[in-house]
């Protein structure tokens, strides 16, 4: 047996036992215990979703939220690599119930619509971060948002003329105009 499969299998092993370790803590509400066991579990096996979302309801019932975040982000960007869209869906929708100003989130989330083929719900993702941008004052960040509805939808009228009413405000009139014939 060579040295490699040795280390996976005790990797397994000492997996298999934080597991054991965590469910046993979970059932006497032991959270911090549990957090423990599934962190380390986590450690051995960095693509195993079921820690992060373990992990993320843990935080949750201890009132970490911030951790809850991170846990069930992590969770998300594991199921969009391994092409669960749907299941990343779910869990970033809970990332913004949790935490509705990680504005990020609704990008990512974007993208996963687009990539599902729903492409109305990728570009209402995508002008709630515009609407966003606009009324923190990052201007270039909301035109940024604007031009990816456009490319999603090119038919669509009332964005192309907001795209072009942006791009007016930050002075790139030719740009404007050009759009404006356009439409």
Request: proline fraction near 2%; charge should be positive; hydrophobic fraction near 40%.
């Amino acid at each position: 047996m060579t040295a490699a499969r040795e280390t996976t299998m005790a990797n397994e092993r000492n997996k298999d036992r934080h597991l054991k370790n965590a469910q046993r803590f979970y059932r006497k509400e032991q959270w911090s215990d549990a957090i423990h066991e599934y962190e380390a579990a986590a450690r051995l096996d960095p693509n195993d979703v079921r820690m992060f979302l373990k992990l993320g309801e843990l935080y949750q019932k201890m009132n970490e939220f911030g951790r809850a975040v991170q846990s069930f982000r992590s969770a998300a960007e594991i199921y969009a690599r391994q092409g669960f869209y749907l299941k990343a869906v779910a869990v970033l929708k809970q990332v913004l119930k949790l935490d509705p100003q990680q504005i990020d989130v609704n990008v990512k989330l974007a993208e996963l619509y687009f990539a599902l083929g729903l492409v109305s719900d990728a570009m209402t993702q995508y002008q709630l971060v515009a609407e966003h941008h606009q009324v923190n004052g990052r201007s270039q960040e909301a035109l940024t948002m604007l031009q990816k509805i456009v490319e999603l939808d090119p038919n669509n009228v009332p964005m192309r003329i907001k795209l072009c009413e942006e791009l007016a405000r930050q002075g790139r009139r030719e740009e404007a105009l050009t759009g404006y014939r356009a439409i």
